[in-house]
């Protein structure tokens, strides 16, 4: 059993930072995957950013260039820095734990992201 602490959503205006952290605890595999997906009212989940253990990082499309993921493997915790925020970013932030090679998933509880003036 994995568990998921996630830390730092809120409100922030247009072109605004917001920095998500994502600890996990409980029996951590030596290979994995971590990283963020949102979900936006009336739209599907979809993926934000992931890194592995390995170090291979995926960014979705719409945050390429804007959020930047990183990790703390002693921690095991990742890290979203997320800079010009806009608007469409609006959504409830899931941290995402993933055993490589498995279907092994575990989520967090969800942080509110809010971008608005």
């Known amino acids: 059993q994995v568990y998921l602490v996630e830390s730092g959503g809120g409100l922030v205006q247009p072109g605004g930072s917001l920095r998500l952290s994502c600890a996990a605890s409980?029996?951590?595999?030596?290979?994995?995957?971590m990283g963020w997906y949102r979900q936006a009212p009336g739209k599907q989940r979809e993926l934000v950013a992931s890194?592995?253990?390995?170090?291979?990082?995926h960014y979705g499309d719409s945050v390429q260039g804007r959020f930047t993921i990183s990790s703390d493997s002693a921690k095991d915790t990742v890290y979203l820095q997320m800079n010009n925020l806009r608007p469409e970013d609006t959504a409830v932030y899931y941290c995402?734990?993933?055993?490589?090679?498995?279907?092994?998933?575990?989520w967090g509880q969800g942080t509110q992201v809010t971008v608005s003036s």
């Open positions: 995402n734990y993933r055993i490589l090679f498995t279907d092994s998933n575990s």
């Open positions: 890194i592995t253990t390995s170090g291979t990082i």
């Open positions: 409980g029996i951590i595999s030596r290979s994995y995957s």
